[in-house]
């Protein structure tokens, strides 16, 4: 990865967490490959990227019970 991996972290919560607001970043080559970077980093260092309790602890988020996460979702269209 060419950019600081803190701020890679940061670009990606950020998109990550405004997905609703702007569904088209969904399929953006760039979020795949920011994604990919930011998992292959994360196994590297030992993460199980499955686990999203892992997942987002390790990219600098509040970690949330998937029960709780499920519970919030909403279908995009």
Known sequence: M???LDECKLVYRVLHRNL?????LIDTQFLEDLQRQLQLRAQAEGVDISDHGAWDAWLGNEVV????????RRVLE
Do not use: I, K, M
Request: proline share 12%.
């Open 2 to 4: 060419q950019y600081p």
């Open 20 to 24: 609703t607001q702007f569904p088209e």
């Open 65 to 72: 019970a998937c029960s709780t996460r499920v519970a919030h």
